[in-house]
Structure formats: C-alpha cells, structure tokens
C-alpha cells in the first residue's frame, strides 16, 4: 500500500494544523536565548555609537591640550612662504633671498636620432655609465654617492639610456630633448644645490664615454645653494625648502628679494579664532556624546494598565539598550564631572566652563555656548583661557588633560596598543552573543526533531486509519452480498 503524502488525509483529521501548532508551541523555547542575543548585539552596537562619539570628541579635546593656542597667522612675503608648526612662536623676522637654490641639469651635444646606437660592440660585454654626487652630511664632511648603470650593446641609443638611467630610481632623472638641431640626453638632479653637483663617466666603451663623460656634456644650469639672511645672520642651504633655522617655522624660498629694497619682515601672530573654533568642536562632540548616553541608559517604566490579571508586565521595548550598566554610569560621571570642574591659576578670572559662556544643563549634560562671551575671554586673556585647558604642569591639571586621559582610559591607545574599557566590555558581550547562538541552534536541533517525532506518529496515525477505513469498506461490502 502507498505511504500517505499529506497529513490528514488517511485519518480524516487536521493533522498538518495539528502539527503547525506544536511547531510553533516549540518555537517558544527558543525565546529566552533569543532575547538574551538581541540584548547583547543591541548592547555591542551601543557601544560602538559611544567609543565613536568619545573618539569625536577626543580629536577637539587634544587640540585644546596644545594646538589650539599655538595656531599662528603668517604674514604674506613677496620672496618666500612661510608654514608654522605648534613649536612656533609668535615673533617677527627679518628675511632676506640672496640666491635660490637650483639643482644641477647637464645635456650631450645632438644626435641626428634618439635611436642610433652611440656605443661601441663589446662582444656581449657590458659597459657601466656611472654618475657619482657629493652630498654633505650633518658633520660636515663630504660623502660620495654613486649611481651605476650597466647597457648593453643593444642599450646604447640616447632613448634606451634615458630609459635605463629612470629605471634605477635614484636621484637623477634622464629625458630626450628634441631640438632644431637633433636630440639631446638630459641629466637632471632631483636634489638642489651643491649636495645635486653630477659627474658622469662611462666605463667599459671609450665611443659613449666620448657623449657621455662630464667634459663632454653642456651645463644647462648649475647647482646652486639657496643663500639668505635672517635677523641679520647669513645662511646657505642646498633646499630651497628650510626648517632648521627659525624653530616650528619652514621658509619656502619662491624668488630673489629686490635689490635695494628693505628685508621683508615674517610676522607671527596667535591666530584666537582656531581657539573659538576647537571649543565650538568640542560643545559640539560634547553634546553629541551625551545625547547618545542618554538614549543608551534610558528607563521607560512599562504601562501595565492594558494587561490582564494573567499577564506579568515585562521590560519597556523603548528602554536604552544599555540601561542600568554599571559600566556606562561610571563614564558619564566621570565625563561630567570633569567638565564641571575648576582649572587653570586659583586667581584666574578663566577657571571654569561657565567663565568662557558655556552653560551645562544639569538633567541632560548638554551644553550651550554663549559666543559672545567666549570672544570676549579669549580677547581679554587668551593664556589664562589655555591655562584652564592645558593646565601648568603635573601639579595644576587641566581641563583638556584631564578629559582625554578619561576618554582614553575607556577607547584605548592607539599609540600603545592598550585596550579600554569599552572594547574589553564588548568583547564580553560578543562571547555571550556567540554562546547565546550555540544555545539557540542546540535547542533548534531538539525543536526539530520533537516535531519530526509528531509527524511521523501522525503519519502512522493516517496509514493505521487508512487500513481500519478499507477494512471497513471491505466488511460492509461482504455482508451486503451475504444480505
């Protein structure tokens, strides 16, 4: 007899309902793990929006420990740039441009093609072009540096020269100049001045060594140090990119100062309004940080008034994912806190937040910033402004230095490869989460196969019905012909 396919049909009864029900009365028991899963990913993401926010907030936070009060105004120069770094001071020099520094460019007379080969046959030999440089170093003395060159007899035209001489990567640079006349190599130094000066040689083939030995080449221009004059002190460099004569301050030198015409003078000055513009950050990152705190660790009580007798009111949906965390109460208490301290000089007129114009509101921790009066403090005192933020020294903290040592006691260092608490939190839940998954697919497995038991008992159920049921039919029909 043929198996029964379809529930229900050997026994007449629902069965395939039947089942769906137990299925799904099974699947209940799956509840408790899943809800304890969705807790620890929701927790996990909360905690990723948090250490992004703290992260946002510690970029403004660093720059008010030491850049935001060191951003200086350069003047304009007519024969030089200027950039300044936070080692700069505010002062004026006097600067004046004797002399660029050029880098040294040297050519071979012309040839009627850049793809005659210029060397002599070797028999397979090799032949070695070598351009040697003199550069100075920091004691003074004089190193040799040698770029060498292997061509073979096929590798002799000015074309496949060039080609070779790029192809090492050093610090001269080959190119094929058409002129009037023919063409012509081109030898470049990427380095400027004197350190750039090119001798060149061939070894291995008297013919190139004929186009291509120093004597034989054109100078087109020749190394040259920059020479200029600052605060009344001369010096020569080989760059015309300078950093190591005025501290934090690089002299870009663009053209030769007029002759007659007075030095030019290098004005710094503080430049406040990176000051307004770090705090405003910070108000920003500040108040973005808190608003996610807050939504985090909210508490909505949970409405029983449209339960019944039989049910148990449960946690709010709407509640924060980390709501009541230990963890995240601590850090909003220090992050506060330390907001709302006092820093800086015990006689500063700038010792606290609210001395600058911002206003911390007690219930939501967001603050409000009065500009005005920011501009006004600033103005007024810029230094005892920078010393409520950076503080003057281990023994007198401040507000910036105090704020980013909590913010990385909870993100970690980057620098020094140490954990924080955050990333150490979520670890934990991510292991719970993952425990929470073998859970959930053990008891799947035993759902499974539960169900799997009750279908075929009402498999059975049908094929037993089915038999009684032609029985039946079979006994009817033999005592109606005994009738």
Known sequence: MASISSLGIGSGLDTETMLAQIKAGEQTRLSPYTA??????????????????????????????????????????????????????????????????????????????????????????????????TVKQEDGTDKQVTMEVDLKDDETSLRQIAKAINREGGDVSASVQRTDNGYQLVLSSKTTGKDGE???????????????????????????????TVDGSTYTRSSNNISDILDGITLSLTAVSELGKPAEQL?????????????????????????LTTNASKYVPYDASSISDDQTATTNAENGALMGDSTLRGMISEVRSSVNGMYGESDSDYSALADLGIKIDAATGQMTLDEKK?????????????????????DVPGLAN??????????????????????????????????????????????????ERYRVQFQNLDTTMSKLNSMSSQLSAILTSLG
């Open 267 to 291: 004005t710094l000055t503080q430049d406040t309004s990176a000051i307004k513009t770090t705090v405003q950050d910070f108000v920003k990152a500040y108040n973005a940080l808190m608003t």
């Open 374 to 394: 920011l501009d006004e403090a600033i103005a007024d005192n810029p230094n005892d402004v920078a010393s409520m933020f950076t503080g003057k020294g281990e």
């Open 36 to 133: 304890l899963q969705t807790s620890y990913k929701s927790k996990v993401s909360s905690w990723g929006q948090i250490s992004a926010a703290l992260s946002a907030l510690q970029k403004p936070t660093k720059s008010l420990t030491n850049d935001a009060f060191n951003t200086l105004k350069v003047s304009n120069n007519t024969a030089f740039t200027a950039t300044a770094t936070s080692d700069a001071r505010a002062d004026t020099h006097s600067v004046t441009v004797e002399k660029l520094a050029t880098a040294h460019k040297i050519r071979t007379d012309a040839e009627n093609s850049q793809d005659t080969q210029l060397g002599e046959s070797t028999s397979g030999n090799s032949r070695t072009v070598t351009i040697t440089q």
């Open 402 to 451: 105090t704020l980013n040592d909590i913010i990385t006691k909870y993100v970690g260092d980057t620098d020094t490869k140490t954990d924080g608490i955050i990333k150490t939190s979520t670890k934990t839940l991510t292991e719970q989460s993952e425990q929470m998954q073998k859970q959930i697919d053990k008891t799947q497995r035993l759902i499974d196969a539960s169900v």
């Open 198 to 228: 090119m001798t060149v040689s061939v070894s291995g083939d008297t013919k190139l060594d004929g186009v291509l030995n120093s004597n034989a080449m054109t100078q087109v221009s020749a190394a040259e140090d920059a020479k200029l």
